[in-house]
């Protein structure tokens, strides 16, 4: 792996570093979370008051200045440049029967605005009645079917506007 | 003789050579293909700085089809050791940059090695796969490297967790290495595992098929079940990688890490009110998971195949335990061919790593008709009552609302070997339904009487009052307890903690002969 870092500080200063200009700082730790550096012939105590480890970013307190320090090496940069990260929304644009059945009820129309969670019909399936709500905050683009119908696994019941 | 920088500098030009893998060309075609290399997919896994290589300097020994002229260092995969969050795991990631990550003899080796080390130390393998399939320039030797992964990986099964990722094409024998681990993650769009290929497809069976229709990700997580989940990106996938390994132990002789936990009053009052006053009115049952668990510790498996049972793993008060619940919301939570087998396999995932099990019931019974007895609902059901009895692990019960029939036997009853087993005060545990079961026993009188609706109403509810509760289970002790909802939290805390150092003697046998 390649062994340098790009450092940002405040979203202001950006610059490189290498593993070796690392091991050739003058650094010693007098604490848990506090660091004496000496470079250039002046001292400088420096204290880490947040960190978080899965992001890289850290709060360094110098001289009662807080500084938000974030770190990235090579592969955290291509890993945003490719533009993959662990968590992003997807959004959900159609509603499918989860499982065969009858439509009971129907509690919405084209056009109307539906919150999350709002019921949007009910399907009795299994002796069952399903009691299906939406996903998310939306307006409902379509309607596909109407009381009574008998619906088949995952065909398409409701779209939303995107 | 070369002195002893030459030697130095030698050194350092291979292993460059041998990071560099297929070469800069490829890596960019691999980047814009959405997918990272094997190297950065190593790296992102384990912590930083901790992964060590072993035989970055392995090279095929094929001479035939000119194979002589193209030599990679590393053979295509890349294998060695590393933590991640602290905990040593061993692993290996194919390198599509190499002749397409196709499998050779040589690459085999290098990846028989770790898991032969993994299983002597006692720590998770973790698999990264990503190859084109055998390295056909090799014939007969690359199907022997796939056999030789795939024994090892029936020797360390239950002893050592086993984590395969499909972060590209498996295709043709390879789909039987992650076929035979623990769990498979696929990743959406990237990924997919197929026996045979869509041109093969359409040769032999004249049928018109994608290979994101045959097998992505999406195909094997909803219709198959061969994935146990999926993930979104690489890197999504890494971090789920990591997250399932939280829940596991290093080795089979140990339990999986406990959280630190603080006991405080436990009462969980939005228990209370999930289950509806109607009995045919579903709810869903991952609203009374999360009420029990630990927050946010739902890590769901399976979680779109067979969705009428749930399946999962979760900490509860620190400690790892496993999920199995019915789930109302789908299919009214019965017992199918497809939800007794991703139970059944759960089950015993669970009880190879020493994962205690908490089942929470609300199952109508078996799912009836043509298609699922001439499937084979009878065997199917079956391996999941043969995994919950044969499992020595700690095994708590809670029934929400409905067991009935057989099913209620199945899903972790006490006569199973069940530890402990609750009941909500709406529970219904009979032999079936009280309207079916009163046209049964009062056949005759319901035919002879008046008006026959009437009687057979009077009849319901009266057989309804008699078994439509937990009371005659718990007069024999099939129930231990009956408990408010808003209870369970701090009951299962106490009981799970109560049950931690159970032991159980089994007798001497070969292995048992569940019905596969």
Redesign the interface.
Known sequence: MDKSYKVKVNNTIDFNITKDELSNLDVHQTSENSYHILQNNKSVKAEITEADFSNKTYQVSIRNHSYKVSISNKLDILIKDMGLSAKTAKQIDFIKAPMPGLILELHVEAGQEVKENDTLFILEAMKMENSISSPRLGIIKSISVKNGDAVEKNQLLIEFEN | MDSRQDKIDNLNKHKALSELGGGQKRIDKQ?AN?K?TA??RI??LLD?GSFEEIGALVTHRTTEFGMQDQIYYGDGVITGYGTINGRLVYTYAQDFTVFGGSLSETHAEKICKIMDMAVKVGVPIIGLNDSGGARIQEGVRSLGGYADIFYRNVQASGVIPQISAVMGPCAGGAVYSPAMTDFTIMVENTSYMFVTGPNVVKTVTNEEVTSEELGGAETHATKSGVAHKTS?????CL?DVKQLLSYLPQNNTETANKLDFKLEDEIRDVLSDIVPESS???YDMRAVITGIIDEDSFYEIHKNYA?SIIVGLARLGGRSIGIIANQ?????G?LGVNSSRKAARFTRTCDCFNIPLLVLVDV?GFLPGTDQEWNGIIIHGAKLLYALSEATVPRVTVITRKAYGGAYDVMNSKHSGADYNYAWPGAEIAVMGAKGASEIIFRKEIAEAESPEEKLAEKEAEYAETFANPYKAAQRGFIDEIILPKNTRRKLLKTFAMLEDKKVEMPKRKHGNIPL
């Open positions: 980047h959405k990272l190297r950065e790296n992102y930083e979104e990106n690489d890197i999504a971090e045919t009115k579903p969705e109302p919301m789908a299919y009214a019965v109508p």
